[in-house]
């Protein structure tokens, strides 16, 4: 009898008690896996992002609702006994190897900065992090700049803006914009008694900039990132032409910027009116300046970080391809000399940085140069208006890189030592 109950108590023990969620080229659908990770999460479970193991693979409790959700959502998944997870733990320990294990505790509170929260507005159906989290079905909310301008944003841990501009000039080309989504800006900067929608939108810049510092989490890309910063600088100067608010730029704006407000870039320039050889650009902060990529068929790479002393562009970096294609966007990429020395690089291309992380304040921010990483390449029109179906990309790293960011909020944080 005695030897029967201790058989019985080794075949529990060793039964499944987590399960291995792997993102190596194992992995049926890297984009869904992050999904199931945030709802482990949602439903008041820790997830451990084992850094550098099989892709950056997830380890939780096993549970018959994780293992029933990965086969629903069509997610690879290893029910493993608890032994194996500690062996795993283990070997991630080892100081002589590149790997850690990082415990996310919380689901962040998510929400996207977007103009359709107002107006049926162009391009924000291709906006990539919409796309992604509605296919890794990681919920989120909208806001716009009322929001923003009501002091919303500490209600929330992470906000995302995309194919935005926030200088006030509606992308610099007023036949992107529809008249609804103008007419929508116009009358919230009356409401709240703008004169003007660029001085609106610096107030949100500002916003903005106060949430990331008072710890939240931003992840921008596409012009939002170039525009933010810009705004920023600008401040108290008009640096909109006329033919967005009705009067001329301050012809001395360009020696008036300031930029120690800024999050990410300096020493930059403004493009004249009528933008780089016709195209809408902003600044000589995009590298690309319209002409599309560093390169025809061009990729950018990942750096590789120490998993136990750079714990943060670890997470943001891992991946199960560190060699990434390059994406079209307004804003391509960023000039290397406008890239502040504060702002560390994890991506670049031959000419550019692409994938740029920062800090201000109690916060931490991440600009991703392009627009959609599985969009069409060129520029001018095309079809990269079109929205990608992600269900013919369910593997796409350059798609990893936006849901690394998602996840980031939810670990115990440690500082960048290098």
Not at 2 to 16: D, E, H
Not at 127 to 141: N, Q
Not at 178 to 201: H, T
Request: proline residues 4%.
């Amino acid at each position: 009898m005695a030897f029967s109950f201790l058989l019985l108590l080794l075949v529990v023990t060793s039964r499944a008690g987590s399960v291995l969620i792997p993102m190596d080229n194992q992995q049926s659908n890297h984009l869904k896996a992050y999904g199931i990770a945030y709802k482990v999460l949602k439903d008041g479970e820790d997830v451990d992002w084992l850094l550098n193991y099989r892709g950056g693979s997830f380890l939780v409790k096993q549970t018959q609702a994780v293992e029933t959700e990965c086969r629903v959502r069509g997610v690879s998944f290893e029910a493993i006994s608890d032994a194996k997870a500690a062996s795993i733990r283990q070997q991630l320990s080892d100081p002589d190897l590149n790997m850690n294990v990082v415990t996310l505790q919380k689901a962040a509170k998510i929400i996207v900065y977007s103009p359709i929260k107002v107006s049926p507005a162009e391009f924000e159906n291709t906006d990539a992090v919409l796309l992604v989290l509605t296919y890794a079905e990681i919920p989120y909310e909208l806001v716009y700049d009322e929001e923003i301008l009501k002091g919303d944003l500490p209600k929330y841990d992470w906000l995302h803006l995309h194919h935005e501009d926030f200088t006030g000039q509606y992308g610099r080309n007023m036949h992107r914009q529809s008249l609804a989504d103008i007419k929508a800006q116009e009358d919230i900067a009356r409401k709240y008694g703008y004169s003007k929608v660029s001085q609106m939108k610096l107030a949100v810049a500002k916003g903005i900039k106060e949430f990331c510092a008072g710890g939240g989490y931003l992840f921008a890309m596409c012009s939002a990132a170039e525009t933010l910063d810009i705004a920023l600088a600008a401040e108290g100067v008009d640096i909109v032409g006329s033919a967005y608010d009705g009067d001329g730029a301050d012809p001395d704006a360009q020696e008036k910027l300031d930029f120690t407000k800024t999050l990410a870039f300096g020493n930059f320039t403004l493009e004249g009116d009528n933008g780089y050889r016709g195209f809408s650009t902003f600044s000589d902060i995009n590298s690309a300046g319209g002409r599309g990529f560093d390169q025809p068929g061009g990729f950018f790479e990942l750096f590789n970080f120490s998993a136990k002393w750079d714990v943060i562009p670890a997470m943001l970096t891992q991946n199960h391809e560190s060699i990434i294609k390059e994406f079209f966007g307004q804003t391509t990429a960023f000039r290397k000399g406008a890239v502040k020395p504060s702002s560390l690089v994890m991506g670049e291309g031959k000419t550019s940085d692409r994938y740029i992380y920062g800090e201000v304040g109690r916060g931490q921010w991440t600009f991703y140069g392009g627009h959609d990483p599985e969009g069409a390449r060129g520029g001018g029109g095309g079809n990269f208006r079109n929205p990608t179906d992600l269900n013919l990309h369910p593997h796409s790293p350059g798609y990893r890189l936006i849901l690394n960011n998602v996840l980031f909020p939810s670990a115990r944080k440690k500082k960048r030592k290098t």
